[in-house]
């Protein structure tokens, strides 16, 4: 018997998720289902966003629509578009082995009267937005006092943009004998309201503790001065090379400002906001579900809904006024089981928000500090060492090799490796060689007296090391934090801020480890090959010179010889220096080609 089969699932249901290649429930997964299938009963189910949610209703909800009927049996309310849409497309790859079971999304944006039509034809179940619904209830186009079932998620989410009153007025239209299903990242108190004025003693399931963030989420900050936001934004994206990443900002203006400003200094950019149109928002997501956009700058709004796995990074170029808010953001990357890193760029005014946020996620932070111009040079000149050592050489390179050699003819290789690493390496020297440090004065010592009360010491007497092993090699910061403890034979806080790139490592240790680290990883393999650990050059190295990083989060050692396909081998766009106006953007960039993205080509 499989897990799925032991949850109380059907044939039908079981070979879709063979299909799918599940292989074992989510939590939410595992204590939902059951309880959705044995009995009709209202549920609150609070879980993080990425967690497998739409499972978790979804299976149960197909297995107890009746087929034979055309009757609307099931009502989804979500908050966005995107998220209709994808609801409707995981429930029609759920039902693929069910007989004549009819999906249909409501949404605004396409025309009332084909969504009227579908419905009209027959539609089981209807995912819809609440405007859009209530729009067709108003208009006499849908009927919804007959259904079963009624789920609202992300009800959080909803609430808080706006659908209060338009949930209220929807969920007055359905039958009081139907069952109610709230999923929530959070519980509001507006959550609150809608499940004692519709629901009728709901059970209640948590995964994680109320209001609490994910566990694969590491969560940092960063303190710098008010006109420094941007410039640290740069840092962090230049430090790492292969980020995937979602930045939040507060208003549409910023976020537009900060797109633009991105995609003039050559990053692959984008940004999603209010103000664009329904078909400017399809571009721009589709662009970043395929990782043509590696930053999409978004506000909190126009970002529900946004559900892709492979995100690296969330970085909040801005704190948001709600608390549950921060968690929504951070919530967009860590998903599926993988690990994700949450930065917050401050100013010192900002420090309480900080403590405040930590209490509802029942979180730390990391204070680290934003790079120095030499730490990026550092990263990206092994960013550029392995790219070029991973990179299969094309056959038609044959047919100018003689010219090419004439070319290099009198240099030796030691000579030659430098020059053409130099060449991308000067770019970034020359941006960064003179560049001030954008750390406020007191930041240290601020994290180090916040270090203090939240366990983690202070950096002082501790060593960074290189280690040649990263993403690509199956890990990630909590699984190398853990390779590397328990290979050495450190204690459970003895490893510490830990920053893993595509193919590389740093991570720190107190300096009386140092002999043990180095002695241990000498002529060291695993399967087969050399793993190298050697003190870095620079002793902040790699984007965070900060307070430990003693993560509370768990997270077991992965398969050494697993190969990860999340997001890895994309060459990101860098700008370690502005585009001169006499360039034609065709040459190299540190990180790989850079891609000439104009604003029309988003937008």
């Known amino acids: 018997m499989t897990k799925f089969e032991a949850l109380g699932l059907q044939e039908s249901l079981l070979n879709a998720v063979a299909d799918m290649g599940f292989e074992t429930p989510s ?103 609440p405007g859009r619904m209530k729009d067709m209830i108003s208009r006499g186009l849908v009927n919804i006092t007959k259904i079963d079932y009624c789920i609202l998620d992300e009800a959080d989410e909803m609430l808080n943009m706006g659908f209060f009153e338009d949930i209220k007025d929807i969920l007055s239209n359905t039958p009081d004998e139907k069952s109610t299903w709230l999923f929530s990242a959070t519980m509001p108190r507006e959550v609150s309201v809608i499940a004692k004025k519709f629901m009728h003693s709901p059970k209640e399931i948590t995964v994680g503790d109320k209001n609490s963030g994910a566990t694969t989420v590491q969560h940092e ?18 430090t790492n090379p292969d980020i995937f990443s979602v930045v939040f900002c507060r208003t549409k203006r910023d976020t537009q400002r900060v797109a633009e400003k991105l995609i003039e200094d050559g990053y692959n950019a984008g940004a999603l906001h209010g103000d664009l149109s329904q078909n400017q928002r399809d571009l ?59 930065m917050v760029i401050v100013t010192r005014s900002e420090m309480r928000k900080i403590k405040a946020i930590e209490n509802k996620i029942k979180q730390k932070f990391i204070s680290k500090k934003i790079p120095t111009g030499m730490e990026i040079c550092e990263i990206q000149l092994y960013h550029l060492a392995n790219k070029i050592k991973d990179t299969e050489i094309h056959e038609e390179v044959e047919n100018f090799l003689p010219a090419i050699n004439d070319v290099f003819q009198g240099i030796d290789r030691e000579d030659l ?41 202070p950096t002082s007497g501790s060593v960074r090391y290189f280690v040649n092993v990263g993403e690509k090699d199956g890990y990630d910061w909590m699984s190398l934090k853990d390779f590397i403890r328990d290979t050495v034979g450190l204690g459970k806080e003895d490893v510490f801020k830990v920053d893993v790139k595509d193919s590389f490592s740093f991570f720190n240790t107190d300096a009386d480890a140092t002999e043990k680290i180095l002695s241990t990883f000498t002529d060291f393999k695993v399967d087969g090959r050399f793993v190298n650990v050697e003190v870095s050059k620079n002793p902040g190295g790699g984007g965070g010179r900060g307070r430990r990083d003693r993560s509370r989060s768990g997270g077991g050692r992965k398969d050494r010889d697993r190969r990860s396909s999340s997001g890895k081998g994309r060459d990101r766009n860098d700008s370690g220096k502005r585009r001169s106006k006499r360039s034609s953007g065709s040459g190299s960039s540190f990180s790989g080609n850079r891609r000439n993205k104009r604003k029309s080509d988003f937008f």
């Open 284 to 342: 721009v997501m589709n662009s970043f579900r395929k990782k043509q956009i590696q930053m999409l700058v978004a506000t909190d709004v126009a970002a529900r809904g946004i559900d892709v796995d492979d995100i690296t990074h969330v970085i909040n170029y801005q704190l948001p006024d709600e608390i549950e808010t921060y968690t929504h953001r951070s919530g967009r990357t860590g998903r599926a089981g993988k690990s994700g890193i949450s």
């Open 417 to 457: 490796i430098k020059k053409i690493v130099s060449v991308e390496f000067t770019r970034f020297y020359d941006y960064y060689n003179k560049k001030r440090d954008l750390n406020t004065v007191d930041s240290g010592d601020r994290g180090e007296r916040r270090g203090d009360r939240g366990g983690n010491a």
């Open 221 to 238: 900050y960063y303190v710098v001065g008010g006109r420094d936001r941007y410039p640290a934004l740069k840092r962090l994206a230049d």
């Open 27 to 129: 939590e939410v997964q595992e204590k939902a289902i059951p309880i959705l299938l044995e009995d009709e009963t209202d549920l609150v189910a609070l879980a993080q966003t990425g967690t497998g949610k739409t499972a978790a209703f979804g299976f149960p909800l197909i297995q107890k629509i009746d087929s034979e009927s055309r009757t609307t049996q099931g009502l989804i309310l979500s908050p966005t578009r995107e998220l209709c849409l994808q609801i409707t497309n995981e429930l029609k790859l759920y039902s693929k082995y069910e007989k004549s079971i009819n999906v249909v999304a409501i949404y605004g944006g396409a025309s009332i009267t084909e969504q009227a039509r579908q419905i009209k034809r027959g539609a089981q179940i209807v995912v819809a937005t």
